[in-house]
């Protein structure tokens, strides 16, 4: 079994939709979680970060944890084309080693 | 603020020809220091990581090696490049969590 569990997608939604991009993992040990955007031929960047469980919400994202289910969730209000790319999850333990979800491919149709 | 800078972008190199990958990062003192190969569908794999100056784990074994030789500098390289060697490559480093450089996409023929 896989660390950290991603749907690949793809994943295609009309602009204005909300997006809901999930990830599932099996160490119940992991404390910090992140979600990272990648557009194509790109480094990813950091969307979210949260450590431990709860909710954060950074303009129209929202990262939730959900510990007791080992779940975590990524919400994107208002989606728009720009939106449209890979969505990475990880997680770590101690913030040293990091375990990555295989990304989700997001495309916003205008 | 802190940059992290990776070249080349881009790269075609023929089978068995060496190769020299770099990355340097500008705003922060001794930081833990990754490489990562990302294949299209497989995710991010882990290659190296350092936590200092001649300090490298290596996390699979294969073709390639890692050095660090100055603080703020981390070096991918192989004597021998093979096919399977082709993809991209990112170098990221840590505060509370992990930052990624531009990546370099290698593409051996």
């Known amino acids: 079994q896989k660390e950290v569990e991603q749907d690949p997608g793809p994943l295609s939604v009309p602009e204005g939709a909300i997006v809901s991009l999930n990830c599932t993992y099996s160490n119940s040990a992991f404390q910090y979680f992140m979600w990272y955007r990648q557009y194509s031929r790109k480094g990813p960047e950091l969307l979210m970060y949260t450590y431990s469980s709860g909710n954060k919400e950074d303009g129209r994202f929202t990262a939730q944890v959900d510990k007791s289910s080992k779940y975590i969730s990524l919400f994107i209000r208002d989606s728009q084309p720009s939106d449209s790319a890979t969505y990475l999850c990880a997680m770590s333990v101690t913030g040293n080693q990091f375990y990555f979800g295989t990304g989700t491919s997001l495309t916003v149709i205008p | ?109």
């Open chain 2, 1 to 109: 603020s802190q940059t992290i800078h990776q070249w080349p972008a881009t790269l075609v190199q023929p089978v068995g020809s060496p190769l020299s990958l770099e990355c340097t990062v500008e705003g922060t003192s001794n930081p833990n220091l990754y490489w990562y190969r990302q294949a299209a569908g497989r995710g991010l794999q882990l290659l190296f990581y350092s936590v200092g100056i001649g300090q490298i784990s290596s996390e699979v074994p294969q073709n390639l090696s890692a050095s660090r030789p100055q603080d703020r500098q981390f070096i991918l390289s192989s004597k021998k490049l093979l096919l399977s060697d082709s993809g991209f490559y990112l170098c990221a480093w840590r505060t509370k969590t992990q930052y990624f450089g531009p990546g370099t996409r290698l593409l051996v023929l």
